[in-house]
């Protein structure tokens, strides 16, 4: 079992992550109200460092940290969170740890610790202990498992009639049966709120007076809800790519997704016209992006990761466009293009859709969705196609099909930080999946505390985009010292190799 009471003598293990999920969807259910919001959580194990079994990537320690699978009621049952961190480069020079709070929701901060380090700037790693963690559910800790037969029957979000929805919302409720059956009772306790007391339990055992965080997209929502339940204990937090958790309509939050990824589209569009190295440079590139797009319909586009295999419409949108435009490249995207477009079509065939994230009940239980019937399914997606007219059947849309019935523990509602220092938000112009509104807005509801740092670029992720970016976050981190308000810095592409200083927004 996944849970142990604390009469039993607790072992803390130290190992690496990454343990297979089953697969996971839709959400949580029945979940206890949080403690009260000042309530000091307490660590309930300390943190015993050991090398990871990682021999690619060494120095890496690696602990876990038991924590209540409610925090309502802390003297119940516990789980295990995988932890990890990467001592300070420069001793001497060490400020303390800084936690990172992974994306997602399903993203391992093991992992990111362990494999990708680099994703820090070099004078953070200096000064910092990068320490980070798997969320409840994810990785090695208490991993959302399910039925991997029950996940292939997922219906397609392509909801045709009232029988379409009606079937769907059976299915999502015979699955959230199955998942909790085997995942056990955390399967209940995965939503945001939870996880903030986590983090807290964390910083204790870390032995830091106050935190110092990095949350990066779905990590942002985490730090943003830390700021608010636990002001007075942040030291600095820098809040990257960022979601708007006050976004309550279902409608708002759907056209606000599809907005910035045709946004995206639309860049890359122009950067093709503009750029001869582009491989469809002088061609319509809506015009072949259209025509894949009619062959995926049809089962012809051939599968460039599963040679033979037919590419569905929507994994070309999600898993090939969207993924290219999350890391800006917009090269490897027109490539891939040109290359699906030459190619020869398949015999036409059926499609399937790639499995949902792993981490869809997280998901769930922090954003409050519902939909009434498939009219309204209709309306949405007719919504969704209109505002991104390149990119249909974004994930998004997949995502609140998944959650159609099941409750929300942590419902979204409007930021209220009171007494936390300065928190820097960060966000690119052109990010496809936490568009620039929701940064503006969420940097509005910290008020004087929110500090807005615009990269003036493209992608999902800023903080180490060029000189300029690297040196303003570092400086908040290190030595608090916050940029002026209005702070921007110019585009990567557009930076010459000494760099350029920060620069208010006009």
């Not at 709070?101 to 391992?108: A, L, V």
């Not at 990111?112 to 800790?141: K, T």
């Not at 959230?176 to 204790?204: E, K, M, S, W, Y």
């Not at 929502?221 to 979601?243: C, D, H, I, K, W």
Request: aromatic letters at 6%; charged letters at 20%; proline letters at 9%.
């Amino acid at each position: 079992m996944p849970l142990r009471r604390r009469s039993v003598p607790r072992r803390i293990a130290a190992r690496g992550t990454a343990m297979a999920v089953g697969g996971v969807m839709a959400a949580t259910a029945g979940l206890a109200a949080a403690p009260a919001v000042h309530v000091s959580p307490s660590a309930t194990g300390s943190l015993r460092w050991a090398p990871c079994h990682e021999p690619a990537n060494p120095g890496a320690e690696c602990a876990t940290l038991s924590v209540p699978v409610d925090w309502a009621h802390p003297d119940g049952p516990t789980l295990e969170l995988a932890v990890a961190r990467r001592k300070a480069t420069d001793p001497g020079a060490r400020v303390g740890s800084m936690v990172f709070g992974p994306g997602g929701p399903g993203d391992s901060g093991v992992r990111m610790v362990v494999d990708r380090v680099s994703r820090f700037s070099p004078e953070v790693r200096r000064r910092f202990d990068i320490v980070s963690f798997d969320p409840r559910g994810v990785g090695d800790s208490n991993p959302v498992t399910c039925s991997g037969d029950l996940l292939a029957q997922r219906p397609s979000p392509v909801l045709k009639s009232q029988a379409d929805f009606d079937a769907t919302m059976a299915y999502n409720k015979r699955l959230r049966a199955d998942c909790r059956a085997r995942t056990g009772p955390v399967f209940d306790h995965l939503d945001t709120a939870q996880t903030v007391r986590d983090v807290d339990a964390l910083r204790a055992a870390l032995g830091e007076r106050k935190l110092t965080f990095h949350g990066s997209s779905y990590g942002t929502l985490l730090g943003a809800q830390y700021a608010e339940t636990y002001p007075r204990r942040v030291r600095a937090m820098v809040l990257e790519s960022v979601m708007d958790h006050s976004v309550a309509a279902t409608r708002d939050f759907l056209r606000a997704e599809a907005a910035s990824a045709e946004d995206s589209f639309q860049e890359f569009v122009k950067w093709c016209d503009r750029t001869a190295d582009c491989e469809l440079h002088g061609r319509d590139v809506r015009a072949v992006w259209r025509s894949l797009l009619t062959r995926a319909g049809r089962g012809e586009l051939e599968d460039p990761v599963k040679p033979g295999s037919p590419l569905s419409s929507t994994d070309l949108v999600n898993k090939v466009a969207f993924r290219k435009f999350y890391e800006a490249d917009y090269a490897g995207l027109a490539t891939a293009i040109a290359t699906m477009h030459a190619s020869e079509p398949l015999p036409a065939s059926p499609t399937s859709t790639a499995p949902l994230p792993p981490a869809t009940p997280v998901f769930c239980s922090d954003w409050h969705l519902p939909v009434r019937d498939h009219r309204a399914y209709a309306s949405l997606v007719a919504m969704m196609n209109r505002t991104a007219a390149d990119l249909p059947y974004l994930l998004p849309i997949h995502m609140v099909a998944a959650c159609l019935g099941a409750p929300t523990a942590n419902p979204q509602h409007r930021l209220d930080v009171r007494g936390a220092p300065p928190i820097l938000v960060s966000n690119a112009l052109h990010d496809p999946a936490t568009g620039y509104p929701w940064a503006v807005s969420v940097a509005r509801q910290l008020g004087r505390r929110g500090v807005l740092l615009t990269y003036e670029g493209h992608g999902h992720g800023s903080v180490t985009s060029g000189p300029c970016m690297e040196d303003a976050v570092n400086s908040y981190l290190t030595d608090l010292t916050v940029p002026p308000r209005g702070t921007s810095c110019p585009a990567l592409d557009s930076v010459n190799a000494a760099g350029s200083p920060p620069r208010p927004l006009p």
